[in-house]
């Protein structure tokens, strides 16, 4: 008898598997959905089920809306629409990609300078960055979430623009070329070989892209360059024909660690930003992703590689790139976690938690440090007359035994904020990477800025 309840939870499991009618992928151009179509033909006539229907959907917002009210099943997502798809909508990934070998699903962003330069991840306010475009992971969402994540960049109202630009002394973030963004975001750019369509967020601007922010720092514009784990090596030590890289070796550039320290570029598992999740397929909570794995790995081991006319993982008969799956997707495999925290890990993940910062949104204290009883008696005063005026966020008084232990909590974000004298915000900067949120004024002039 019990053989026999085991054989039928058994079937069971196989039967939920198979259960999907269709699977409806929703894509994000013309040139996707024709790619879809394709593909949607190449399965049937390979007898893969369930059918693949495709759906027009135009942008990534509009695919996870339409996934959410059941439109559509499933698309393929990038670490930061796969936060904000499991944010708002509880969306899962189920199958991620797989790039490279020897890193899996992921690849890492990372800070490079030149060797020797003396900078570090704490000492970056005010010097000249460069950065893949505007938006784009590796170059911006990651440094830029990071930053603020770590206390180092304010981001007062949440304009991150405007953030970046006081932060930099002067940057080249190809694609912030619009009167909505400050003029130093694109002040580092060069344009093309005439000087023209300077920081477009294209190949016409030569710092554009992961080899372009490289370019950007190894002409000497920048001092910093935010790009991913790979793109030193592939730029030096004679790697690639562009005559701009031909002299440059990478043992002349390090990289930035998160505990303040540098690193060779080739360490840049233990020392990086963040590691970038791969892009994945998300589908709804109540979807079978089993299910929808099953139906992908038939297809790439039907449709990856010699002797078929579709490609899975090829754009090139569309006149696009990454219809669907990244063109440098080597296998699909499922997320096994189906978790999209998991999947992003916490580096990553605290970024876009950071990037995702709402003017509207205050935290219900704000947790001040105080190292004496004369503090401690002011900061409880001050916090009594704050809550009869009604002023928002209320004020808690944390003690502590010095400036530093303050300094420290503030970097573990175990407080929020202290007040301090000069030499104490030269520490507060060069060793905790803490950054001035307000000033004092002894004139009633506003001095300083």
């Known amino acids: 008898m019990k053989c026999s309840s085991l054989l039928i939870f058994s079937l069971g499991v196989v039967f939920a598997a198979l259960s999907l009618e269709r699977v409806r992928w929703c894509t ?69 990609e797989v790039y490279d070998q020897e890193i899996g699903t992921s690849y890492y962003a990372v800070a490079v300078v030149r060797k020797g330069s003396n900078i570090t991840i704490n000492s970056l306010k005010g010097v000249r960055s460069c950065h ?27 304009d991150l623009p405007k953030a970046v630009s006081d932060y930099f002394s002067a940057s080249c973030v190809p694609g912030a070329n619009s009167a909505n963004y400050p003029t130093s975001l694109c002040q580092l750019c060069k344009g093309d070989s005439s000087g023209q369509n300077q920081c477009q967020g294209n190949s016409q601007e030569q710092y554009f892209d992961y080899s372009g922010a490289f370019r950007c ?14 793109t030193v090596p592939e730029n030096t030590d004679g790697r690639t024909l562009s005559a701009w890289a031909q002299q440059l070796r990478s043992k002349d550039f390090q990289l930035l660690c998160r505990n303040g320290s540098t690193a060779d570029v080739t360490e840049w598992r233990t020392c990086h930003l963040a590691r970038v999740p791969a892009r994945a397929v998300v589908v709804r909570p109540d979807t079978d992703g089993t299910a929808v794995f099953q139906l992908l790995n038939q297809g790439q081991q ?24 990244r063109d440098s997707t080597t296998e699909l495999v499922a997320v096994t976690s189906q978790n999209y925290q998991a999947w992003l890990g916490a580096e990553y993940l605290h970024a876009m938690q950071a990037l995702s910062c709402d003017p509207n949104t205050l935290p219900e204290s704000l947790n001040w440090c105080v190292v004496s009883t004369e503090e401690i008696w002011k900061c409880g005063e001050m916090g009594t007359a704050f809550r009869n ?13 010095t400036k530093e232990e ?34 004092e004024s002894f004139s009633g002039k506003n001095v300083r800025k």
């Not at 720092?217 to 790979?230: C, N, Y």
């Not at 039907?302 to 799956?325: E, I, K, P, W």
């Not at 928002?392 to 008084?397: L, M, R, T």
């Open 389 to 401: 005026k009604d002023l928002k966020p209320e004020i808690q008084c944390i003690s502590a035994k």
């Open 406 to 439: 303050c300094m420290e909590m503030i970097q573990k974000k175990e407080i929020d904020v202290v007040a301090l004298g000069g030499a104490d915000i030269y520490t507060a900067g060069k060793t905790y990477g803490l950054v001035p949120a307000a000033g």
């Open 302 to 325: 039907r449709f990856n590689g010699v002797g078929t006319q579709f490609q899975m993982f090829d754009s090139t008969a569309y006149g696009a790139q990454n219809l669907m799956f």
């Open 217 to 230: 720092l190894a002409e000497g514009a920048g001092e910093v360059a935010f790009v991913k784990h790979s």
């Open 28 to 96: 994000m151009s013309n040139q996707e959905l024709s790619k879809c179509k394709d593909m949607s033909n190449a399965f049937a006539g390979a007898g893969i089920l369930p059918p693949l229907e495709c759906m027009e959907g135009e942008s990534a917002a509009n695919c996870t809306q339409m996934i959410k009210d059941y439109l559509a099943d499933a698309v393929t997502l990038d670490g930061r629409w796969i936060y904000q798809a499991g944010k708002e909508y509880g969306l899962k990934p189920v199958v991620g």
């Open 132 to 158: 893949t475009g505007i938006n784009r992971t590796a170059g911006w969402n990651v440094p830029v979430g990071y930053l603020i994540d770590s206390g180092r960049l304010p981001a007062m109202g949440c």
